[in-house]
């Protein structure tokens, strides 16, 4: 199974970016997905996660301005994020779930993508 997730940068606040996760190795149309973020010093937290049949949820801090999407023609899911904020620096790192239904908790994926680098300049 391989989770090769791409897409972020160094963008100003008020931009938009699109990460893609292509996963691989997995019945990726069966699997939920999500998405979580690191930022330094501190603990790796949910921000999305979308379901096999396509019911999204995520952290308040997101709500309005991330949306998350899957193509399982293509097996790969995105988050587009816009009017990001220096808070949303991080590295984010999508992740799959064995079941159709997802969680919030990261303890209960078991497969993560590398991570890909967001920083949100002010």
């Known amino acids: 199974v391989q989770l090769q997730a791409s897409g972020g940068g160094l963008v100003q606040a008020g931009d938009s970016l699109r990460l893609s996760c292509a996963a691989s190795g997995l019945p990726f149309s069966s699997y939920g997905m999500a998405w979580f973020r690191q930022a330094p010093g501190k603990e790796r937290e949910f921000v999305a996660t979308?379901?096999?049949?396509?019911?999204?949820g995520y952290t308040d801090s997101v709500k309005g301005r991330f949306t998350i999407s899957r193509d399982n023609t293509k097996n790969t899911v995105y988050l587009q994020m816009n009017s990001l904020k220096p808070e949303d620096t991080a590295v984010y790192y999508c992740?799959?779930?064995?079941?159709?239904?997802?969680?919030?908790?990261?303890?209960?994926?078991?497969?993560w993508g590398q991570g890909t680098q967001v920083t949100v300049s002010s």
């Open positions: 992740a799959g779930s064995r079941t159709s239904a997802t969680s919030r908790v990261a303890y209960t994926y078991a497969y």
């Open positions: 979308i379901w096999s049949g396509g019911r999204t």
